[in-house]
């Protein structure tokens, strides 16, 4: 079975820019979570999509915001970008809740 | 909230040595513990889990015991090898957190020849 995958792998942005990444769960996996990694932070939890809905949110700003589409994979867009947004950004596929999560590779985003 | 505390890093041991990567956490009801590890330029793979108090998870060796009284999860291996060079995170989650992973800080682990 096909793990996560995720694109792009590297990505070069310009503050100020907009970015969106997208992400492919595990095939039957319906849940996708987003996380942030980052030297200073580690690693936090962005948000959760099960079927196409939010179910849970972290404490980021509103410039970051996702969807999932009825196939079950997911983008994650990033508005107004930072130098702060540098980070790679991981995600993660479930059955769902109270499942164990599985990681894609991840998109290295870098702002310049 | 939830917070899981690990052992600062890096830890550099000998092939064939025994290792020890402590991890305590801090949550309210009934946690489910997780270790994974990231190899460099990688994702982060899942190496164990235990979802209740006394369980054992175990994966290449690894080794974690998921200790309700002294809220451990400590990571161990009888006799690491080089290539288990990488960086490892003790990880939590809760009905709390919405089931949302709260990861440590993580350990960076060097096996040397």
């Known amino acids: 079975k096909a793990g996560v995958t995720q694109t792009p792998r590297y990505l070069i942005k310009t503050r100020g820019q907009q970015v969106t990444l997208s992400c492919s769960p595990i095939s039957g996996h319906r849940s996708v979570s987003w996380y942030q990694q980052t030297p200073g932070q580690g690693l936090q939890f962005l948000f959760e999509?099960?079927?196409?809905?939010?179910?849970n949110k972290g404490n980021f700003p509103g410039r970051f915001s996702g969807r999932q589409f009825s196939n079950s994979r997911s983008e994650m867009n990033v508005s107004t970008l930072e130098l702060g947004d540098s980070a790679l950004y991981l995600c993660?596929?479930?059955?769902?809740?109270?499942?164990?999560?599985?990681f894609g590779p991840g998109t290295r985003l870098t702002v310049t | 909230g939830d917070s899981v505390t690990q052992m600062e890093g890096p830890v550099t041991l000998s092939e064939e040595a025994f290792l020890t990567i402590n991890c305590t956490y801090t949550?309210?009801?009934?946690?489910?513990l997780f270790w994974y590890v990231q190899y460099p330029g990688e994702g982060l793979q899942l190496l164990l889990k235990a979802t209740k108090a006394d369980d054992k998870g175990s994966n290449k060796g690894f080794e974690a015991t998921y200790r309700k009284e002294t809220t451990s999860f400590h990571l161990e291996k009888g006799s690491v090898q080089v290539s288990d060079s990488a960086v490892y995170f003790c990880a939590l989650t809760s009905s709390n957190s919405g089931y949302a992973l709260n990861f440590g800080k993580g350990t960076s682990l060097l096996v040397t020849p």
């Open positions: 949550a309210t009801g009934y946690p489910s």
């Open positions: 999509y099960f079927s196409e809905t939010q179910r």
């Open positions: 993660a596929s479930s059955l769902d809740l109270e499942y164990e999560q599985y």
